[in-house]
T-cell receptor, first 112, second 111 residues
Framework: DGGITQSPKYLFRKEGQNVTLSCEQN?????MYWYRQDPGQGLRLIYY???????QKGDIAEGYSVSREKKESFPLTVTSAQKNPTAFYLC???????????FGPGTRLTVT | GENVEQHPSTLSVQEGDSAVIKCTYS??????FPWYKQELGKRPQLIID?????GEKKDQRIAVTLNKTAKHFSLHITETQPEDSAVYFC??????????FGTGTRLKVLA
């Protein structure tokens, strides 16, 4: 499975706390993505980054933040402003636009 | 806005039968259509994709067809096996970084 990794696999937090999810890839891909997956709703795009030091909001960016300081890394912070943060979070990468996206194994976040 | 509708949401077939999943997209500028398979608790993985300059693509037991006029594309799995049981997602892209995913189809292959 290598190539793109996410940690941790499971994450538990109390309401009101910020939490950062890790995503690393060694595929030398320029583009990286964060998706949220909820039951029955498919994958929804939170943020994406085309290149280092650049990122764009996706469809559901409110309450989330990202950084892209290195090509290999694209961490996602779920802030206390996110109203319903409990979900399965998937990171992905691709060589370029309109090409196959490779997914990480995901992080299941539970906020109580 | 851009939208991809996927049907059915669940599909049960007998082992050896065929399965068909259909997606309809709204943006006529879409030109790349991947299909992903996600087994329980695992990451989505690309199983087949098609670009708008092609009407059909096959890979062993899996095929995808595209009808640009009607703006729909379908996944066909023949001779289904128990290991085909998973959730399948379609997606559409205009060649940009944004993919619009369907809501998924849970396929159960009954032995």
């Amino acid at each position: 499975d290598g190539g793109i990794t996410q940690s941790p696999k499971y994450l538990f937090r109390k309401e009101g706390q910020n939490v950062t999810l890790s995503c690393e890839q060694n595929l030398n891909h320029d583009a990286m993505y964060w998706y949220r997956q909820d039951p029955g709703q498919g994958l929804r795009l939170i943020y994406y980054s085309q290149i280092v030091n650049d990122f764009q909001k996706g469809d559901i960016a409110e309450g989330y933040s990202v950084s892209r300081e290195k090509k290999e890394s694209f961490p996602l912070t779920v802030t206390s402003a996110q109203k319903n943060p409990t979900a399965f979070y998937l990171c992905a990468s691709s060589i370029a636009a309109g090409t196959e996206q490779y997914f990480g194994p995901g992080t299941r976040l539970t906020v109580t | 806005g851009e939208n991809v509708e996927q049907h059915p949401s669940t599909l049960s077939v007998q082992e050896g039968d065929s399965a068909v999943i259909k997606c309809t997209y709204s943006d006529s500028a879409s030109n790349y259509f991947p299909w992903y398979k996600q087994e329980l608790g695992k990451r989505p993985q690309l199983i087949i994709d098609i670009r708008s300059n092609v009407g059909e693509k096959k890979d062993q037991r899996i095929a995808v067809t595209l009808n640009k006029t009607a703006k729909h594309f379908s996944l066909h799995i023949t001779e289904t096996q128990p290991e085909d049981s998973a959730v399948y997602f379609c997606a559409a892209s205009k060649g940009t970084y944004k993919y619009i995913f369907g809501t998924g189809t849970r396929l159960k292959v009954l032995a």
